[in-house]
């Protein structure tokens, strides 16, 4: 059984910085493409990144530039690591590999 556990979500400013995690089991992690979303109130789930299993990486236009998603294999784990973030980007962070989703972790940035 597959299971994501989303973690690093929290209050922060504008300007600042987090860093997501997700550790991943039940799955042969180093095999696996792995991404983030997100959902803000109101809104729809809208996809932030994307690593392979390879490490090929891509990103939303709102957020390139800005954040950055890694993996290490090892730990079973992808990151997100967000930097100057926007208020806009406060939303409930969620990682999702083969259709399965964690409870998500929320960021909030105030202004």
């Known amino acids: 059984q597959v299971q994501l556990v989303e973690s690093g979500g929290g209050l922060v400013q504008a300007g600042g910085s987090l860093r997501l995690s997700c550790v991943a089991s039940g799955v042969i992690f180093s095999r696996n493409g792995m991404g983030w979303s997100r959902q803000a109130p109101g809104k729809q789930r809208e996809w932030v990144a994307s690593?392979?299993?390879?490490?090929?990486?891509a990103y939303a236009d709102s957020v390139r530039g800005r954040f950055t998603i890694s993996r290490d294999n090892a730990k079973n784990t992808v990151y997100l690591q967000m930097n100057n973030l926007k208020p806009e980007d406060t939303a409930v962070y969620y990682c999702?590999?083969?259709?399965?989703w964690g409870r998500g972790t929320q960021v909030t940035v105030s202004s």
């Open positions: 999702s590999t083969q259709s399965i």
């Open positions: 690593i392979s299993g390879g490490g090929v990486t």
